[in-house]
Nanobody, 126 residues
Framework: QVQLAESGGDSVQAGTSLRLSCEAS????????MGWFRQALGKEREGIAS???????NYTDSVKGRFSISKDNAKNILYLQMNGLKPEDTGVYYC????????????????????WGQGTQVTVSS
Protein backbone atom coordinates (compact mmCIF):
# COMPACT_ATOMS: atom_id res chain seq x y z
CA GLN A 1 0.00 0.00 0.00
CA VAL A 2 1.06 3.58 -0.64
CA GLN A 3 2.99 5.15 2.21
CA LEU A 4 4.27 8.68 2.72
CA ALA A 5 6.56 9.74 5.55
CA GLU A 6 7.47 13.39 6.15
CA SER A 7 10.52 14.53 8.06
CA GLY A 8 12.62 17.62 8.57
CA GLY A 9 10.29 19.74 10.66
CA ASP A 10 11.85 21.79 13.42
CA SER A 11 11.58 24.92 15.57
CA VAL A 12 13.55 27.73 13.95
CA GLN A 13 14.00 31.49 13.97
CA ALA A 14 12.43 33.71 11.35
CA GLY A 15 14.59 34.21 8.29
CA THR A 16 16.18 30.77 8.40
CA SER A 17 15.69 27.79 6.09
CA LEU A 18 14.43 24.24 6.36
CA ARG A 19 14.11 21.38 3.93
CA LEU A 20 11.26 18.94 4.38
CA SER A 21 11.41 15.45 2.95
CA CYS A 22 8.62 13.06 2.05
CA GLU A 23 9.75 9.48 1.51
CA ALA A 24 7.40 7.48 -0.67
CA SER A 25 6.76 3.75 -0.85
CA UNK A 26 4.89 1.58 -3.36
CA UNK A 27 4.89 4.17 -6.15
CA UNK A 28 7.30 6.46 -8.00
CA UNK A 29 7.16 10.13 -6.98
CA UNK A 30 8.11 11.21 -10.49
CA UNK A 31 5.01 9.66 -12.01
CA UNK A 32 2.23 11.39 -10.09
CA UNK A 33 0.86 14.71 -8.95
CA MET A 34 2.22 15.38 -5.49
CA GLY A 35 1.64 18.26 -3.14
CA TRP A 36 2.65 19.90 0.11
CA PHE A 37 0.02 21.21 2.47
CA ARG A 38 0.19 22.91 5.81
CA GLN A 39 -2.27 23.29 8.62
CA ALA A 40 -1.94 25.97 11.24
CA LEU A 41 -3.59 25.51 14.61
CA GLY A 42 -7.31 26.10 14.30
CA LYS A 43 -7.19 26.60 10.53
CA GLU A 44 -7.99 24.51 7.49
CA ARG A 45 -5.34 22.58 5.66
CA GLU A 46 -4.05 24.67 2.75
CA GLY A 47 -2.19 23.66 -0.36
CA ILE A 48 1.15 25.42 -0.72
CA ALA A 49 2.94 23.64 -3.56
CA SER A 50 2.50 20.88 -6.11
CA UNK A 51 4.54 19.08 -8.76
CA UNK A 52 3.26 16.80 -11.49
CA UNK A 53 4.59 14.16 -13.87
CA UNK A 54 5.80 16.79 -16.35
CA UNK A 55 7.63 18.72 -13.65
CA UNK A 56 5.16 21.59 -13.65
CA UNK A 57 4.92 23.28 -10.29
CA ASN A 58 2.38 25.45 -8.53
CA TYR A 59 2.75 27.62 -5.43
CA THR A 60 0.37 29.55 -3.30
CA ASP A 61 1.06 33.27 -3.37
CA SER A 62 2.33 33.48 0.21
CA VAL A 63 5.30 31.17 -0.49
CA LYS A 64 6.22 32.15 -4.05
CA GLY A 65 9.89 33.06 -4.29
CA ARG A 66 10.65 31.51 -0.88
CA PHE A 67 9.64 27.83 -1.16
CA SER A 68 10.60 25.30 -3.81
CA ILE A 69 9.15 21.84 -4.42
CA SER A 70 11.25 19.16 -6.06
CA LYS A 71 11.47 15.42 -6.59
CA ASP A 72 14.43 13.08 -6.39
CA ASN A 73 13.27 10.21 -8.52
CA ALA A 74 16.30 8.05 -7.73
CA LYS A 75 15.70 8.30 -3.99
CA ASN A 76 11.92 8.44 -4.42
CA ILE A 77 11.63 11.51 -2.20
CA LEU A 78 9.59 14.69 -2.52
CA TYR A 79 11.22 17.81 -1.04
CA LEU A 80 10.08 21.22 0.07
CA GLN A 81 12.89 23.74 0.41
CA MET A 82 11.73 26.61 2.59
CA ASN A 83 13.79 29.80 2.72
CA GLY A 84 13.13 33.06 4.48
CA LEU A 85 10.77 31.44 6.94
CA LYS A 86 8.20 33.63 8.66
CA PRO A 87 6.13 33.07 11.83
CA GLU A 88 3.05 32.67 9.64
CA ASP A 89 4.67 29.59 8.07
CA THR A 90 4.16 27.77 11.36
CA GLY A 91 2.06 24.64 11.12
CA VAL A 92 2.00 20.93 10.45
CA TYR A 93 3.24 20.16 6.95
CA TYR A 94 1.82 17.21 5.03
CA CYS A 95 2.78 15.65 1.74
CA UNK A 96 0.17 14.00 -0.42
CA UNK A 97 -0.12 12.11 -3.70
CA UNK A 98 -2.94 11.93 -6.20
CA UNK A 99 -3.81 8.89 -8.29
CA UNK A 100 -3.45 11.00 -11.45
CA UNK A 101 -0.40 12.27 -13.29
CA UNK A 102 -1.46 15.89 -13.52
CA UNK A 103 -2.32 18.30 -10.76
CA UNK A 104 -4.40 20.76 -12.76
CA UNK A 105 -6.30 23.74 -11.46
CA UNK A 106 -7.38 21.88 -8.33
CA UNK A 107 -3.80 21.32 -7.18
CA UNK A 108 -4.37 23.16 -3.90
CA UNK A 109 -7.54 21.29 -2.95
CA UNK A 110 -7.31 18.47 -0.43
CA UNK A 111 -9.88 16.58 -2.51
CA UNK A 112 -7.38 16.28 -5.38
CA UNK A 113 -5.18 13.93 -3.35
CA UNK A 114 -5.71 10.35 -2.33
CA UNK A 115 -2.93 9.49 0.12
CA TRP A 116 -1.40 11.53 2.91
CA GLY A 117 1.55 11.39 5.23
CA GLN A 118 1.34 11.86 8.98
CA GLY A 119 2.78 15.38 8.96
CA THR A 120 5.80 17.13 10.40
CA GLN A 121 5.70 20.21 12.66
CA VAL A 122 7.36 23.46 11.64
CA THR A 123 7.48 26.26 14.17
CA VAL A 124 8.91 29.65 13.25
CA SER A 125 9.51 32.19 15.98
CA SER A 126 10.17 35.87 15.54
Amino acid sequence: QVQLAESGGDSVQAGTSLRLSCEASRFSVGDYCMGWFRQALGKEREGIASSDRAGRTNYTDSVKGRFSISKDNAKNILYLQMNGLKPEDTGVYYCAVAKGYWCGDSWSSTFRYDYWGQGTQVTVSS
